[in-house]
C-alpha cells in the first residue's frame, strides 16, 4: 500500500473517531442518558473502527518513515498514549454531562497535540 493510501486511512480513522466522540459528548451534554442512547452500539462500533484504522494506518505510515518499532521515538510514544486516551474517553463522556462539557473541549486539543506531534516532531 502506498504512503498515500496510509495517511488516508488514519484520517478517515480521525474522522470516524471524532464524529463518535462529538455525538456521545454532545448526546450527554443535552442530557441524555447512555441506557436511553439508541444509537449507542453504533457510536462505539464507531469509535472502534476508528481507533483501528488509526492505529494500523500509523504504524503503516511508521514503516514508510524508517521508525523501527523496537526503537520508538519519543514523539511515536506520545501519540500512542494519545490514542489510547481517545479510547478510554469515550466512556467518560456518556457517564455525566460534567465530563461531556469538559471533553467537548478535551478532544479537539488532543487532536492538535497529536497533530503537532506527528507535523513536527519535536522528540
Known amino acids: 500500500?502506498?504512503?498515500?493510501?496510509?495517511?488516508?486511512?488514519?484520517?478517515?480513522?480521525?474522522?470516524?473517531?471524532?464524529?463518535?466522540?462529538?455525538?456521545?459528548?454532545?448526546?450527554?451534554?443535552?442530557?441524555?442518558?447512555?441506557?436511553e442512547n439508541k444509537f449507542k452500539a453504533v457510536a462505539a462500533i464507531t469509535h472502534g473502527v476508528g481507533l483501528l484504522l488509526i492505529i494500523v494506518a500509523g504504524f503503516g505510515l511508521m514503516k514508510f518513515r524508517g521508525i523501527s518499532h523496537s526503537a520508538l521515538p519519543v514523539w511515536v510514544i506520545l501519540k500512542i498514549v494519545i490514542w489510547l486516551a481517545f479510547g478510554g474517553l469515550l466512556a467518560m463522556?456518556?457517564?455525566?454531562?460534567?465530563?461531556?462539557?469538559?471533553?467537548?473541549?478535551?478532544?479537539?486539543?488532543?487532536?492538535?497535540?497529536?497533530?503537532?506531534?506527528?507535523?513536527y516532531q519535536p522528540f
Request: charged share 15%; net charge positive.
Open 93 to 119: 463522556a456518556s457517564k455525566k454531562e460534567k465530563f461531556a462539557k469538559i471533553l467537548w473541549f478535551v478532544f479537539p486539543l488532543l487532536g492538535l497535540s497529536a497533530a503537532y506531534l506527528a507535523f
Open 1 to 35: 500500500m502506498s504512503y498515500e493510501a496510509y495517511k488516508l486511512i488514519h484520517i478517515f480513522g480521525m474522522y470516524l473517531l471524532f464524529l463518535s466522540l462529538g455525538g456521545i459528548a454532545l448526546y450527554t451534554i443535552n442530557g441524555g442518558k447512555k441506557s
